[in-house]
């Protein structure tokens, strides 16, 4: 594929392929392509489990040596929804007025083609080679269940020896321009949800039922009156959302056998999804009743703290752009969650304000800052200065 040092065109092919999880259709062959042309060898990982689809996955490393610098990313892509609602087609992949279109180009097609463009870049000004390796983790999986994805690969990656010293996630970072914001961490989240049971009868009657709904609000109003914490060093306060309640009672002259309520916790390194479990029931023991609670954890709360990783991503942003980039733990979920319990991460990419939304969308000039940037980490990290 010619042209792998600019970054557009190979954006340009990865948008054009409708890769919505867990369908790959195509992306990581495009991928792979440029790669190979590069030199690096490449592998394809199918994770599989029962309880999910299986996933096409690719890891790919140009050199054998340590130190290995890692970028991890993903080529899914969420579903466009409203096809009516964009302007452009979301997978033609077209520029206009130095904007490019597509489903992806945000989050984060276009950041794994900024590193390539970067890493040929640096391999054409180190012919002879360089002490280390740069090696790629990409999943299929991330705007998925996150099964068969990444986990997937690290795990691979351990049974053969495969270790990455340090790793930088492509995620899009930058709430309204390029460079504000270096993700360090990220909140742990917790969704649970409650069945409340009771004993159904006629609303006249209350004495020969078990209304559970009034144990259901005494339960909610505990957490919405909870204040958990007020943040810490590097995180914001933990929140409880309550998302849904349930009952499924279509008539108003009887008392429900039970009501469901489902709600989210995002948690700061304050807390474990163990501790807050723990809490949980706690509070609705307080309460009483027959009540159960069904918990799924996509994510325990952790922080890389700031360091040598920070700071080379940091001063590399701040040489390119001229801003000083806020270390932040702000956001979602991203499969840095997995990758923390192997080597040092750090998340920095493109402008998040259009990823999945309509007309997702970049500026080509950010597209080509971001290659610069992540050219300068490359040159930085395995310089005598690197860190």
């Given at each position: 594929m010619p042209g792998l040092d600019q970054p557009l065109e190979l954006a340009r092919a990865l948008i054009r392929c409708p890769s919505v999880t867990p369908e790959d259709a195509g992306a990581l062959d495009v991928l792979q392509a440029a790669l190979q042309e590069l030199g690096f060898t490449c592998h394809r990982v199918l994770g599989e489990a029962p309880e999910s689809e299986p996933v096409d996955n690719l890891y790919a490393r140009l050199g054998t040596a340590a130190p290995n610098f890692c970028f991890a990313g993903h080529t899914d892509v969420v579903p466009v929804g409203d096809r009516d609602g964009w302007r452009e087609d979301p997978f033609a992949a077209d520029v206009r007025d130095g904007i490019l279109y597509g489903r992806g180009a945000s989050d984060m097609k276009g950041a794994i083609a900024a590193f390539v463009a970067a890493t040929a870049r640096f391999v054409e000004?180190?012919?002879?080679?360089?002490?280390?390796?740069?090696?790629?983790?990409?999943?299929?999986?991330?705007?998925?269940?996150?099964?068969?994805?990444?986990?997937?690969?690290?795990?691979?990656?351990?049974?053969?020896?495969?270790?990455?010293?340090?790793?930088?996630?492509g995620e899009p970072t930058n709430p309204?321009?390029?460079?504000?914001?270096?993700?360090?961490?990220?909140?742990?989240?917790?969704?649970?949800?409650?069945?409340?049971?009771?004993?159904?009868?006629?609303?006249?009657?209350?004495?020969?039922?078990?209304?559970?709904?009034?144990?259901?609000?005494?339960?909610?109003?505990?957490?919405?009156?909870?204040?958990?914490?007020?943040?810490s060093a590097h995180f914001q306060a933990s929140n409880i959302e309550i998302t849904s309640i349930d009952v499924g009672n279509e008539a108003s002259n009887?008392?429900?056998?039970?009501?469901?309520?489902?709600?989210?916790?995002?948690?700061?390194?304050?807390?474990?999804?163990?501790?807050?479990?723990?809490?949980?029931?706690?509070?609705?023991?307080?309460?009483?009743?027959?009540?159960?609670?069904?918990?799924?954890?996509?994510?325990?709360?952790?922080?890389?703290?700031?360091?040598?990783?920070?700071?080379?991503?940091?001063?590399?942003?701040?040489?390119?752009?001229?801003?000083?980039?806020?270390?932040s733990t702000t956001?979602?979920?991203?499969?840095?969650?997995?990758?923390?319990?192997?080597?040092?991460?750090?998340?920095?990419?493109?402008?998040?304000?259009?990823?999945?939304?309509?007309?997702?969308?970049?500026?080509?000039?950010?597209?080509?800052?971001?290659?610069?940037?992540?050219?300068?980490?490359?040159?930085?990290?395995?310089?005598k200065d690197a860190g």
């Amino acid at each position: 594929m010619p042209g792998l040092d600019q970054p557009l065109e190979l954006a340009r092919a990865l948008i054009r392929c409708p890769s919505v999880t867990p369908e790959d259709a195509g992306a990581l062959d495009v991928l792979q392509a440029a790669l190979q042309e590069l030199g690096f060898t490449c592998h394809r990982v199918l994770g599989e489990a029962p309880e999910s689809e299986p996933v096409d996955n690719l890891y790919a490393r140009l050199g054998t040596a340590a130190p290995n610098f890692c970028f991890a990313g993903h080529t899914d892509v969420v579903p466009v929804g409203d096809r009516d609602g964009w302007r452009e087609d979301p997978f033609a992949a077209d520029v206009r007025d130095g904007i490019l279109y597509g489903r992806g180009a945000s989050d984060m097609k276009g950041a794994i083609a900024a590193f390539v463009a970067a890493t040929a870049r640096f391999v054409e000004d180190h012919p002879g080679g360089w002490n280390g390796s740069i090696s790629l983790l990409i999943t299929g999986d991330e705007e998925g269940p996150a099964i068969n994805g990444t986990r997937k690969l690290l795990d691979w990656m351990e049974a053969r020896g495969e270790r990455a010293d340090v790793c930088l996630v492509g995620e899009p970072t930058n709430p309204e321009r390029l460079g504000d914001m270096i993700k360090i961490g990220r909140r742990g989240s917790l969704n649970a949800r409650l069945t409340v049971s009771g004993t159904q009868g006629h609303a006249a009657y209350p004495h020969l039922a078990d209304n559970p709904l009034p144990r259901m609000i005494a339960m909610l109003g505990r957490l919405t009156e909870a204040r958990l914490d007020d943040g810490s060093a590097h995180f914001q306060a933990s929140n409880i959302e309550i998302t849904s309640i349930d009952v499924g009672n279509e008539a108003s002259n009887v008392i429900p056998a039970k009501a469901e309520a489902a709600f989210n916790i995002r948690f700061n390194d304050g807390h474990s999804s163990d501790s807050l479990t723990a809490w949980l029931h706690e509070q609705f023991a307080a309460v009483g009743g027959d009540y159960a609670l069904d918990i799924h954890v996509t994510g325990e709360a952790f922080l890389t703290p700031p360091g040598d990783l920070s700071t080379l991503i940091a001063h590399a942003v701040e040489a390119a752009t001229g801003r000083v980039p806020e270390l932040s733990t702000t956001g979602g979920t991203s499969d840095a969650r997995f990758i923390k319990d192997h080597c040092a991460v750090a998340e920095f990419g493109l402008i998040g304000r259009t990823m999945h939304k309509t007309d997702e969308h970049i500026e080509l000039a950010e597209l080509d800052a971001l290659t610069e940037i992540y050219e300068m980490v490359l040159r930085r990290y395995f310089s005598k200065d690197a860190g």
